[in-house]
T-cell receptor
Framework: GAVVSQHPSWVICKSGTSVKIECRSL??????MFWYRQFPKQSLMLMAT?????????EQGVEKDKFLINHASLTLSTLTVTSAHPEDSSFYIC?????????????FGPGTRLTVL | QKEVEQNSGPLSVPEGAIASLNCTYS??????FFWYRQYSGKSPELIMF????GDKEDGRFTAQLNKASQYVSLLIRDSQPSDSATYLC?????????????FGTGTRLTIIP
């Protein structure tokens, strides 16, 4: 149980284009989803927290107009990197908090590796 | 002071020995504590969580929590080469309903055959 999927697993795009990443909880309802970014040899950096049907809460320093998050249902959240630039190249990972689960427990998706040329 | 601190390693342990990973945290009111394993190029995988002082065992893994000293540790018995990975300690905030986790930078563990 507690499986989270992400799509795509990797993407290469040209500078200036937008990229959408999907995060789905496959066998549970996710009350809250989280989006992280991880640069090589660094730890996870939380970008934003999203709850179904409400606006995402962004961490300090994360541009909400650049990283658009939509939490459309209890099983789907999307992250759109708008006007991507090479410095946005990173490993983007989502996680989900299950309804009724142990407080704080997050289950991670497999991640999406974004390369912006 | 970092909120969650781990020794970055690398920590090298012979196969079959016990690997001991430590983590300290600064927020005394923290409620729950998690250990994640992350293989190179992959996303974190939950190993176990603990919220009460003392030990919690799950197979070859034992989590230990000491809230008075603000540290949490993970012991891996009978270490296997497949245990080689980066281990992330994560702490849940003190405020009820705070869903966020604060992660340490991780300890890189290498099991030597």
């Amino acid at each position: 149980g507690a499986v989270v999927s992400q799509h795509p697993s990797w993407v290469i795009c040209k500078s200036g284009t937008s990229v959408k990443i999907e995060c789905r909880s496959l066998d549970f309802q996710a009350t809250t989803m989280f989006w992280y970014r991880q640069f090589p040899k660094q730890s996870l950096m939380l970008m934003a927290t999203s709850n179904e049907g409400s606006k995402a809460t962004y961490e300090q320093g994360v541009e909400k107009d650049k990283f658009l998050i939509n939490h459309a249902s209890l099983t789907l959240s999307t992250l759109t990197v708008t006007s991507a630039h090479p410095e946005d190249s990173s490993f983007y990972i989502c996680s989900a908090r299950a309804r009724g689960g142990f407080p704080g427990t997050q289950y991670f998706g497999p991640g999406t590796r974004l390369t912006v040329l | 002071q970092k909120e969650v601190e781990q020794n970055s390693g690398p920590l090298s342990v012979p196969e079959g020995a016990i690997a001991s990973l430590n983590c300290t945290y600064s927020d005394r009111g923290s409620q729950s504590f998690f250990w994640y394993r992350q293989y190179s190029g992959k996303s974190p995988e939950l190993i176990m969580f603990i919220y009460s002082n003392g030990d919690k065992e799950d197979g070859r893994f034992t989590a230990q929590l000491n809230k008075a000293s603000q540290y949490v540790s993970l012991l891996i018995r009978d270490s296997q080469p497949s245990d080689s990975a980066t281990y992330l300690c994560a702490v849940n905030g003190a405020n009820f309903g705070n869903e966020k986790l604060t992660f340490g930078t991780g300890t890189r563990l290498t099991i030597i055959p």
